[in-house]
Structures are given as structure tokens and as C-alpha cells.
């Protein structure tokens, strides 16, 4: 089998100062300090609002057709 | 990722399995090096036809080649791709191949008949370079009315059906003028832009006035995060060139492909980019010079070079251990490996060190210093040669220092 290209070292978004982070097992962003996984889920939490909130109004106006 | 996200990407988009399996995803061919413009930042110093550019059976033959390796995506450039007279053919084979093709052009003299040509061989898409409106676009491409021609090739491109996008040089002259240059390429239809920052190389390595300085990271990045929302607004998709970066706070809203976790994950030249030079000289990346030529397809077959050659195995094969200067100890050097290798051996003579940076022009102002280029050699005059340049480090100046507050 062909040599593998090189394999990208994996880094997250934190969600406080949205600069990329390494995943070195650190729980606060090195920049910003955010805890990391909490900023997750609050950010999981308002995209999830935010689609209940867009399918309501397309389909508020669904039925104003 | 999911199916219907991947339907949507790009098709030169590079995933996990592509970087496995090393499939050149995109594949740059410079079909002939003659050119019916004059450009002061060509790095590949065109003009005249390489001297043994490829018959048209072995550019045939070189099609089936790069088929036989996976790749998706071949676009054309030169020189200027449409001088040479069998292009039409080169374009057709490539379709029937199965891979997606688009011609990079100056767009000088992309005539209706060109185009149509084009558009009935089954071109996908063209990008059209303008560099900066008006007189700075004509100044940076050599001739008066260039602009113009380039813009009504735009249209004209449009008007095909094709796909249109346009090319930008990011440099001291066409920095100011980005934001108004949006507005132009909206309203002329085209829905994509890739910009790059101009780099030493080529005719470009002998116009240092030209060429930013590594703190202007600081103004560049923030104006592109603001392009890039914009733009989407608007219909238009910007792409940032693997030269432009890297990380800092904006690095997920400029690079993003419908993923705002994307971001740049070091030089992908030899992995899933291929870059072909006219007379059959295969390279890692189109934009780097002979020490990066992996062979010539006269001589060895695509496959071969493509997996065996050193020179394309280079940059897979690398470590920690060629990174130098700053990007050595950089918080991102895993990832990043020192940005994209052709600038940084353009500037510095060597890969690894990479002073264009926006997350090392953040870490220097957090010190109060900024980085300045200063040219000590010229290059000798040869298509995709450099010069060389050292690395200044200053304080960052009092009127500077006197702006920021200003601006808040």
C-alpha cells in the first residue's frame, strides 16, 4: 500500500474567543480561559433553540400560505 | 461527515480519506508558459513558451494519467492556458476523464467565440484574476485596459452558464482597495473569490514594494472575516489560499467550507495537491520551484513520481524537526508545520519558518513588537525563483501604538 499522506493534528474551536485550541487534554482554552466543554454545550444548546425557533416560523408561514 | 454535506463541498475539497490514500485531490497544470500579459507579480515569470512544452499526444496521454490516480479536479493556467492551440482538446479529454476542469485566466483575450469554445468542451468554471480596481489592476498586470477586458471576460463567462470566480492578489497595492473590488465582483456575477497574498517569488521577489509586511496580518485578517460574512450574504464564497492565515480569532469565519470547524491544517502540497509544469515537470505544488520537482512524465510515469519521488514525499515526511525561527516553538507547529511552504521558502530560502502569520503577528504586538521584511538578495531572473529576505524585529512604532488607541 502506498505511504499515507500526512494525518492533520486535530485541534478544536473554543467557543468563548473562537480561536482554535490543541487537544493536549486541557480543559480551559489557553487564550481565553473558557472551560471548553461547557462553552460546547451552551453553544449545542443555542443552535439547537435556534432551529426550533426557524422550523416554527417556516412553518407559521407555511400556513399563512 | 454527513452525506448530504459532502454532496454540497467543493469537489477539490480534501477529506481524511483523500490525505490517506494521497489522492491529488487538485491538480494544477500550467499547460504553456506563454502569456498575453506582463505581470510585476508573476511568480513564474511567464511570457514566452517553454522552451519543450508537451505535444498534444503526451498531454493527452497525461490526462489518462492523472485520472488513473483519483484526482477530481484539474484546473488550467499558464502562462495563459487558451494560447495554446489544442487547450479545447486538453479540456474535452479531461471532461471525459470524469474530473471536473476550470482554466484560471487574466482574461486579456477570453473572446465570446473562446468562451463558448470552452463552454462546448465542457469547461466547468473560470476564474478571472483582478488584482485591485482600475489602474491598479492594469499597473500589477502590465497593460492598460486590462482591467476592463478582464472584467467583460467575467460577464462573458457568465453569460455561458459557466461558473465564475475570480482571483486576487492580496499586496500593498490592492489591500486598500479589497472592500470595493467585492462590490465590483458581485455585481459582474461571481460567486467565488480566492484570494492570496502575492509571494516573493518570480517577478514578484523583484518588487519588494509591493509585498506586505508580516504585521499587516493584523489589518488583513479582521478585513477578510468582515469579506468573508459579508460576501456569503451576498452570494459570493470567499476562499482564502493556503498562504493566508493562520488561526487568531478569525480563522474559522474565513476559512470555513460549511463547517465553522475547519481550519487550516498545515501545507497539503504532495499529499492531495499536484502541480504540472508545461514541459511535464511534476511538483508537490503548483506555485514552488525546481527543488520540489518530484520528475518529469517524459521520463517516469505519473504514478511513479506521484508515490516515490522524493521531492513529493517531502512534505509528508517532515517533522517538528524542519520547523525553525518562531514556528518551532509555535503554540499551533503540529498542526500548522509552518503554513504554506512556498511562501516561506520564497521569504526565508528555506521551508519551516513562516513570518506571514496572523497568529504570530498576534503573539509579537501582544509584546509590543511587529516583524519587518527586509530584502538582502535578489533573485537571478528565472521562472519561479526567489530572492532572499531577513526577518527585523522592531517595536512596534509610537504612531502605531498612537493609531490603536485612536481607533479603539
Request: with cysteine; charged share 25%; glycine share 10%.
Amino acid at each position: 500500500m502506498a505511504e499515507s499522506g500526512r494525518i492533520p493534528v486535530p485541534l478544536r474551536l473554543c467557543r468563548g474567543c473562537r480561536r482554535f485550541v490543541r487537544m493536549d487534554g486541557r480543559e480551559d482554552c489557553a487564550f481565553c480561559g473558557t472551560d471548553l466543554d461547557a462553552a460546547e454545550a451552551e453553544h449545542e444548546a443555542n443552535v439547537t433553540e435556534m432551529r426550533r425557533a426557524a422550523q416554527e416560523l417556516r412553518e407559521a408561514l407555511a400556513g399563512r400560505g | 461527515m454527513d452525506a448530504r454535506r459532502a454532496d454540497a463541498l467543493p469537489v477539490r475539497y480534501a477529506g481524511l480519506d483523500d490525505i490517506v490514500n494521497r489522492v491529488p485531490v487538485s491538480v494544477v497544470w500550467e499547460i504553456t508558459l506563454a502569456c498575453d500579459l506582463a505581470c510585476s507579480h508573476c511568480g513564474s515569470r511567464a511570457g514566452h513558451r517553454r522552451r519543450d512544452e508537451l505535444s498534444t499526444a503526451e498531454a493527452l496521454d497525461l490526462v489518462d494519467q492523472i485520472a488513473e490516480l483519483g484526482a477530481r479536479d484539474v484546473g488550467l493556467i499558464g502562462g495563459e492556458a487558451y494560447l495554446r492551440k489544442d487547450w479545447l482538446e486538453i479540456v474535452a479529454a479531461i471532461r471525459a476523464a470524469g474530473m471536473r476542469c476550470d482554466l484560471q485566466t487574466g482574461g486579456r483575450n477570453l473572446s465570446e467565440e473562446r468562451v463558448a469554445s470552452a463552454a462546448a468542451a465542457g469547461l466547468c468554471g473560470v476564474g478571472i484574476s483582478l488584482d485591485g480596481l482600475g489602474a491598479t489592476h492594469d499597473k500589477l498586470r502590465g497593460l492598460p485596459g486590462s482591467y476592463e477586458l478582464a472584467l467583460a471576460a467575467l460577464r462573458r463567462v457568465r453569460a455561458h452558464g459557466l461558473s465564475a470566480a475570480v482571483n486576487s492578489q492580496i499586496n500593498a497595492y490592492t489591500l486598500p482597495q479589497l472592500r470595493e473590488l467585492m462590490d465590483v465582483i458581485i455585481e459582474a456575477g461571481a460567486t467565488n473569490w480566492q484570494l492570496a497574498i502575492t509571494t516573493a517569488m518570480g517577478n514578484a521577489a523583484d518588487h519588494p514594494d509591493m509585498l506586505l509586511q508580516p504585521w499587516q496580518m493584523l489589518e488583513v485578517m479582521p478585513l477578510l472575516a468582515e469579506l468573508a460574512v459579508e460576501g456569503r450574504e451576498r452570494g459570493l464564497f470567499l476562499q482564502p489560499a493556503s498562504n493566508v492565515g493562520y488561526y487568531g480569532p478569525y480563522e474559522s469565519v474565513i476559512r470555513n467550507v460549511l463547517d465553522p470547524e475547519i481550519y487550516f491544517h498545515g501545507c497539503n502540497a504532495g499529499d492531495t495537491v499536484m502541480g504540472i509544469e508545461a514541459d511535464g515537470t511534476i511538483k508537490s505544488c503548483p506555485g514552488l520551484g525546481s527543488a520540489y520537482a518530484g520528475g518529469n512524465i517524459r521520463e517516469t510515469r505519473l504514478r511513479e513520481i506521484w508515490e516515490k519521488s522524493e521531492p513529493i514525499a517531502w512534505n509528508r515526511r517532515r517533522t517538528l524537526d524542519d520547523l525553525w525561527g518562531f514556528c518551532r516553538t509555535c503554540y499551533y507547529a503540529e498542526t500548522c508545520m509552518g503554513g504554506c511552504t512556498w511562501t516561506s521558502h520564497a521569504l526565508m530560502g528555506r521551508a519551516g519558518n513562516n513570518p506571514m502569520c496572523h497568529h504570530r503577528a498576534l503573539e509579537m504586538d501582544r509584546r509590543g513588537l511587529r516583524e519587518r521584511l527586509v530584502k538582502v538578495k535578489d533573485a537571478p531572473g528565472r521562472s519561479f525563483d526567489h530572492g532572499e529576505f531577513e526577518i527585523v524585529v522592531e517595536p512596534v512604532p509610537a504612531h502605531v501604538l498612537d493609531r490603536i488607541a485612536v481607533d479603539g
